[in-house]
């Protein structure tokens, strides 16, 4: 099972992450007074938790700046209520969705994909979740494309919460798994990475210089062996604790709910929901 719920993830997390890239997401928080950029997003994530402090947020989401976060929660919660962010979202992503999928918005694939993402969720326990309880406590959508959201949205706070742990018994800090992240040529580049998650050019020189200091990068920043093989066991140990959604799916079920996962996720990006020179890999 561990495989598949890396397969899940590859196929599936694009249906969520591409709400933090769309138009419509600045566009609905702007309207009830948050600022633009990071201000949003916090908001935007975090709503589902109530009027949390910037503590609470930075351990949930772990790689951004604490410092910064403290500079917008709580004060996002003092222009616009949790319960209006998260109404807000959920129109934001209705926009997205049928921009970018168009008709196939309504179609028997949508709808086949979110009934068995749906399930995937059914037996899901909580218990040292806190990100992905909160989205869990949240009525789900009606129409099949927000149901699919919601639910690609809970597999993915599950899958989130799984991996704060494994980084915490790596031994790494919310920066330092950035900046190994980075390393590995798969995720954001170092320039996006630093300034979506707010860190400076000395705070990221000195993640680096942690990670040498262990062997994890080499005197260029570039991963090394011990680095490698540091990532694949966090990866490996956030697969087995993640592993439930996709244990209560049978072999039929996870083939289609991963084939049409990949095929929209394909969908979405040739529709332009990921903008280009973030990912050093895509």
Do not use: C
Request: aromatic share 6%.
């Amino acid at each position: 099972m561990t495989t598949i719920a890396r397969r899940g993830k590859s196929s599936l997390d694009l249906l969520h992450s591409m709400i933090y890239f769309a138009p419509e997401a600045a566009d609905e928080f702007a309207a009830l007074g948050l600022d633009r950029g990071l201000m949003s997003y916090l908001a935007g994530r975090s709503a589902p938790m109530g009027a949390v402090g910037a503590g609470v947020v930075s351990a949930t989401f772990y790689n951004f700046n604490p410092a910064k976060v403290a500079a917008e929660i709580p004060r996002a919660w003092s222009i616009a209520a949790p319960s209006d962010v998260i109404a807000a979202r959920f129109r934001a992503v209705d926009g997205a969705l049928r921009r970018l999928l168009g008709a196939e918005v309504t179609s028997d694939l949508v709808a086949t994909t979110a009934e068995l993402a749906q399930a995937a969720t059914q037996d899901l326990r909580p218990d040292g979740k806190p990100l992905y309880a909160a989205h869990a406590d949240l009525a789900w959508p009606e129409e099949p494309h927000l149901r699919l959201w919601h639910a690609v949205s809970l597999l993915r706070e599950f899958r989130g919460d799984a991996h704060i742990t494994a980084l915490q018994r790596a031994g790494l800090s919310g920066l330092q798994a950035l900046v190994l992240h980075v390393a590995t040529g798969e995720g954001f580049t170092a320039e996006a990475a630093r300034r979506t998650r707010v860190w400076s050019e000395d705070e990221w020189a000195a993640g680096v210089s942690e990670l040498r200091q262990r062997g994890l990068v080499d005197a260029d920043g570039a991963i090394t062996e011990q680095g490698a093989a540091l990532r694949e066991e966090v990866e490996t140990e956030t697969d087995a604790m993640s592993a439930g959604p996709w244990e209560s799916l049978s072999g039929d079920q996870l083939d289609v709910l991963l084939g049409n996962g990949s095929q929209l996720s394909r969908a979405l990006l040739a529709a332009g929901a990921l903008p280009p020179g973030l990912f050093a890999k895509r």
